[in-house]
């Protein structure tokens, strides 16, 4: 949970709400109180009560760009409607203030018209935003774009930037740095942040992330622990941890993390970890318990089919192969020609069931989709060392 949340502050904001929703008339919140108490209501998954609160906000102060901004931000990520954010957002009345302007931004993104959200706020940049705002504008902007891992954008937008001393532009190099595979850099940023700031969750939590994928587990678990210490209802760093956990092979123990991770996210799409607590069954011999969780991953999921794809390549690697091929089987061909995960699974799922003409093709998918699963999951039918374009050439059939 958000620290702010928990704070006395925040507390005694929620009581002052509270007295107001009981007609206590002596109370008073302004738009920026209100919408707070919105977005923790939304936090924690009540969001009939977020609208509420976002309602009378807006009731309370037509012209406030913070609540109208906030239910457009519902509509777009919680209902995944972008028409119906749009509209909302054009209700602001200031078109000139910045959360309008992102706002309109993230509308764009989660539409997959990143191209046309650079454009828009080169244009704002270009001609609205003051000399004296650019340099602010430039880090929200790459901000923005990092939330979406859009890595291109966010060092276009970065690299306008001289505040290269300041903590937001170190914390956006470091994650450009970990997304492009450059975990020890991005580490050492992140170390520095951490010796001026050793009470950051969220520099804890990437230097959790950054050090479980260069396979250094055992210092991710200290990481994650670390930043569970600040708050102890942090759930990326529970996750992280339960992710450690499960590859060092704990996987009692990253049971409990995981749905420790479940519980404070609420309403929250948790289809992913729903797949990971039924794979861990599914090893333990538990088919049952495994079926449940995945049953529940596809009634939570706002993605089905790339929740199946993943059923589908866990069921694999414990050996159910004619199971996991039913399931790749039906949804891969329907894919559009983007995608890029479970071809190598596919494929091998061909080769153990004898399906020969199957296999070639979906190997030449493989290796043109996604090199780097072909190698995880195709390699050790190969001569060592043979690069993944090279598979299509060589017969392993029998």
């Known amino acids: 949970m958000d620290i702010y949340y928990q704070s006395e502050k925040f507390r005694q904001l929620l009581h002052r709400y509270e007295a107001l929703q009981e007609d206590n008339i002596s109370e008073f919140l302004d738009s920026e109180e209100l919408t707070d108490v919105a977005e923790y209501y939304h936090y924690i998954g009540e969001d009939k009560k977020a609208l509420e609160a976002t309602d009378y906000a807006i009731r309370m102060y037509p012209t406030a760009t913070s609540p109208l ?71 929200d902007v790459a901000a923005l774009f990092s939330d979406y891992e859009e890595t291109e954008y966010v060092e276009k937008w970065l690299s306008r930037s001289t505040k290269t001393e300041d903590n937001d532009y170190k914390e956006l190099h470091a994650r450009i740095l970990k997304s492009r595979g450059k975990y020890i850099e991005s580490e050492s940023i992140l170390n520095e942040l951490l010796d001026a700031n050793p009470y950051s969750g969220p520099y804890w939590n990437q230097l959790a992330q950054n050090q479980l994928l260069r396979d250094d587990v055992k210092d991710s678990i200290t990481s994650s622990e670390f930043s569970i210490a600040i708050n102890p ?49 599914l090893m333990q011999g538990n088919a049952s318990e495994a079926q449940r969780y995945f049953h529940l991953a596809l009634t939570e ?52 069931l004898k399906l020969n003409e199957e296999f070639k093709i979906n190997l030449q998918q493989a290796v043109e989709r996604n090199p780097e699963e072909s190698i995880e999951v195709l390699s050790d039918l190969y001569p060592e060392g043979t690069k993944p374009q090279d598979y299509p050439r060589i017969n392993v059939l029998q």
Request: charge should be negative.
């Open 69 to 139: 901004a906030f239910k457009a931000r519902m509509a777009l990520l919680s209902s995944n409607n972008p028409q119906l954010a749009d509209e909302i957002a054009e209700t602001i009345i200031d078109k000139s203030d910045l959360d309008y302007l992102y706002l309109k931004a993230e509308i764009m993104i989660v539409d997959n018209r990143t191209s046309e959200a650079d454009d828009f706020l080169q244009r704002q940049y270009d001609e609205i935003i003051s000399s004296e705002d650019r340099e602010d504008y430039v880090l």
């Open 233 to 281: 209802d942090d759930e990326e760093a529970i996750l992280n941890k339960a992710n450690g956990l499960f590859t060092l092979g704990n996987y009692e123990e990253s049971l409990k993390y995981y749905e420790r991770y479940k519980c404070l996210c609420h309403q929250q799409d948790t289809a992913i970890v729903d797949v990971t607590i039924g794979h861990i069954h």
């Open 301 to 352: 999921t706002k993605n089905k089919s790339l929740t199946l794809i993943h059923i589908g390549i866990s069921t694999f690697d414990n050996g159910y192969v004619e199971y996991a091929y039913n399931i790749l089987s039906t949804l891969l061909p329907e894919m559009n020609d983007d995608w890029d995960i479970g071809f190598a699974y596919l494929a091998r799922c061909c080769y153990e």
